[in-house]
């Protein structure tokens, strides 16, 4: 404990400095794909997503993040130029119209269920409470318990057996409550996609509305995600905003 202390007292505080101001410290994103004019020569990188991530609208080529599972093929390709690629880590946007504004916006339980994850999206929801990213300080707080809960955050395409409980840890969660969709798989079903084991997505089981996007997302896109919820921090750009994934049920 006392090695903590010095620790502290000698080099100051680590912890990022978002939201309060923009975060370039290396390693905190990994960068996504973004949308841009297709290149002069045609040879568009388009063709070799393995997702179809890529949707050509006239001359711009645009990308669907919720279908992204950064394979970074799009970047190396040897036989391609390029894709964009935008190191910033605000990536999450609003499905609905739903904030959590207001005075206890600084007070937020958020339950976390795995639905069927690899595991990486939830590293890095449990990244958030590490010193650096320390989601304490913005009034966020992981509980055990979806009775004590106002947001819901699920990662992973939701397996068959965990659609059940997913539905009930919503039902228990007082309201108002918000429900946030984290990684891709948890967007549209990733890489795991729609089977008889999979749900294709959160949105097949419960109305979401905050969308992260990332395989996985960095912990500051989850941050963002929290911040765009609680009207502290605005959605990603309508430009990049892929289509609507919302189904109310
Ligand atoms: S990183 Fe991979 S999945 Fe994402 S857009 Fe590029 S090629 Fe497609
Ligand atoms: S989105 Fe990617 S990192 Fe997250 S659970 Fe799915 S495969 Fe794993």
Not at 230 to 249: A, M, N
Request: with cysteine; glycine share 8%; charged share 20%.
């Amino acid at each position: 404990m006392s090695k903590w202390v010095l620790k502290g007292l000698e080099t100051g505080v680590k912890t990022t400095v978002y939201p309060e101001k923009t975060e370039t410290a290396s390693g905190v994103t990994q960068g996504r794909p973004e949308r841009l004019e297709l290149l002069k020569d045609k040879r568009s990188v388009v063709n070799i997503c393995p997702t179809g991530a890529f949707k050509i609208n006239k001359n711009i080529y645009e990308i669907d993040l919720t279908r992204c599972i950064h394979c970074l093929r799009c970047l190396r390709s040897p036989e391609f130029p390029p894709a964009g690629w935008t190191g910033d880590y605000e990536w999450a946007f609003s499905v609905s119209e739903k904030t959590m504004k207001g005075p206890f916006s600084h007070c937020l339980h958020i339950r976390v269920v795995d639905g069927g994850a690899c595991r990486a999206c939830l590293c890095e929801i449990s990244q958030t409470g590490a010193p650096y990213y320390n989601i304490h300080r913005l009034g966020f707080f992981i509980t055990p318990t979806p009775r004590a809960a106002d947001v819901l955050m699920v990662a992973g395409p939701v397996t068959d057996h965990m659609r059940f409980p997913l539905k009930e840890a919503y039902e228990a969660m007082p309201e108002p409550r918000a429900v946030v969709a984290v990684g891709t798989c948890a967007l549209s079903g990733g890489i795991f996609g729609r089977s008889f084991a999979s749900s294709g997505g959160v949105s097949e089981i419960l109305p979401v509305d905050i969308a992260i996007p990332g395989c996985p997302p960095p912990p500051l896109a989850i941050i963002h995600g929290l911040l765009i919820l609680t009207g502290r921090r605005p959605s990603l750009s309508v430009i990049d905003k892929p289509e609507s994934r919302r189904k109310d049920k």
